[in-house]
């Protein structure tokens, strides 16, 4: 050990630390780091004054100069084991795992039981595999492996920036933006100008679809370091997706579907991690896509655009408006329940009730299906298809036929008089279009059967006509 030369400073840098030392045990660092520094700077030789201070500066979280005094103190003094200790210590709280461990060995060289350094030898150990599984589930896109593991390394590495960076930027991917922004300012509030929380809060703001603002923190984080790759490749893609969006837009509402269609679906493939805005981009390319008549492609979309953000209410409106042209009413009443438990407004009570009726509707009989007439036919276009199809299913034309094909036309046969009876009187069709039950109010669904004779072939048939 190195001692310093001239014995009255030695002694007054004693008296300083002595006072120092009584403020370490008051937990008044500050005034012990004061005490402490005034004894170095009396005999800025003795290593036990760097090594008392580095540990007042532990106690204070400033690591990085806590490092330094413990660096200088095993330069002044080799075999000064708190000294090694208290450098182990600094490198495993900054995640410097691997220095830490060269530290806790030096100590174990010099003291082979020492139960501390054996500890902190197995925390570094630790942190090291950790950052190796990380590093796995990175690649994997495993990001809750990743934020999991950075979790256990802060436990032991608590002023790590990089190891909370890396949870901070998983936490963006995994949508957690809030936490994700959290950790990234914490950071910031300490330094400015830390370009990789900088990128973190950039990517937090892009993934929430505010890209202008997210095109500034990406700028500003290449400021401070102009090779940082992933802030450029965030920044060239947020750049790229607002381009194409808004090209997707202007040929929307220019009319120019089949091009807006194409727009959307280049925007689609910039950026996978892109959720919240890759989710606006399935919702907008459904709606061209119902424009355009591809409503199976329309309601996929859609439950693309549900799967990424599975509160999206517009993309449960689209879905549910294609499955009421696609005819799916159960699945329709199901999305406008699930809108209507979200924002219960007018609107969306009327759609649900609307939905409702028309699976109502859905599960009787379609008369209109049964005399092959669409919804909205005229009374001459009705009395035509009737007399088709009763003609067509009249039992005397089946007479020949097996009994169970006889029976089966006789109940086609009645079907079609049932459906005529229905369309072809006013109130009973506004009552059946408007999803009335008619049997509720004592109407006859069947009605009379007037049997008219016509003539039609070698046979005579007979069928009800109104």
């Known amino acids: 050990m190195i001692f310093c030369i001239v014995f009255p400073f030695h002694r007054e840098a004693e008296g300083f630390k002595e006072q120092g030392n009584a403020f370490y045990v008051k937990k008044d660092y500050a005034e012990a780091f004061n005490y402490y520094t005034k004894a170095i700077d009396m005999c800025p030789k003795n290593p036990s004054y760097y090594g008392n201070r580095a540990a007042t500066l532990m106690m204070l979280y400033r690591y990085r100069e806590a490092l330094e005094d413990s660096q200088q103190a095993v330069r002044l003094d080799s075999t000064f084991m708190k000294g090694h200790l208290r450098e182990g210590k600094c490198h495993l709280s900054l995640g410097n795992a691997m220095a830490a461990k060269r530290c806790f060995q030096r100590v174990l060289e010099l003291e082979s039981d020492n139960s501390q350094a054996q500890q902190e030898l197995k925390n570094a ?73 900088l990128y973190v809060r950039g990517l937090c703001l892009y993934y929430e679809d505010c890209i202008d603002k997210a095109v500034q923190f990406f700028v500003q984080a290449l400021r401070m370091a102009p090779d ?23 040929a929307f509402k220019d009319g120019n579907y089949e091009s807006a269609y194409e727009l959307y679906s280049d925007a689609l493939t910039i950026d996978p991690n892109n959720i919240k805005t890759n989710a606006k981009l399935y919702c907008n390319r459904a709606t061209v896509g119902s424009k355009l008549k591809k409503l199976d492609q329309a309601i996929e979309d859609c439950t693309k655009a549900i799967k990424l953000d599975e509160i999206y209410v517009k993309a449960y409106l689209r879905r549910a408006q294609c499955y009421m042209e696609t005819e799916q009413y159960d699945e329709a009443v199901r999305d406008y329940e699930k809108v209507y438990q979200t924002e219960k407004t007018k609107e969306h009570k009327h759609l649900l009730k609307n939905a409702q009726l028309e699976l109502k509707k859905s599960k009787r009989k379609d008369y209109y299906k049964v005399l092959g007439v669409d919804k909205n036919a005229t009374e001459d276009e009705i009395k035509k298809a009737y007399r088709k199809r009763a003609l067509l299913h009249h039992p005397d034309r089946h007479s020949s036929a097996s009994p169970e094909e006889q029976k089966e036309e006789e109940k086609k046969f009645k079907e079609v008089g049932e459906a005529f009876s229905v369309l072809s009187d006013p109130k009973k069709k506004s009552r059946y279009d408007s999803g009335q039950d008619l049997e509720d109010d004592g109407m006859n669904m069947g009605g009379e059967h007037q049997m008219v004779k016509l003539t039609s072939g070698p046979g005579n048939f007979f069928f009800q006509f109104g």
Request: proline letters at 1%; charged letters at 35%; aromatic letters at 6%.
């Open 125 to 197: 150990e630790s942190i090291l595999e950790y950052e190796r599984m990380a590093e796995i589930g990175f690649e994997k896109r495993d990001f809750r492996m990743v934020v999991f593991c950075m979790d256990r390394a802060l436990d032991l590495s608590s002023a790590c920036h990089r190891f909370k960076i890396l949870k901070s930027e998983c936490l963006a991917l995994l949508g957690q933006y809030p936490e994700a922004q959290s950790v990234a300012s914490d950071i910031l509030r300490m330094d400015s100008t830390n370009a990789d929380a």
């Open 228 to 250: 940082h790759d992933k802030a450029r490749l965030a920044c060239r893609n947020a750049k790229a997706l607002k381009a194409k969006k808004e090209e997707g837009n202007k």
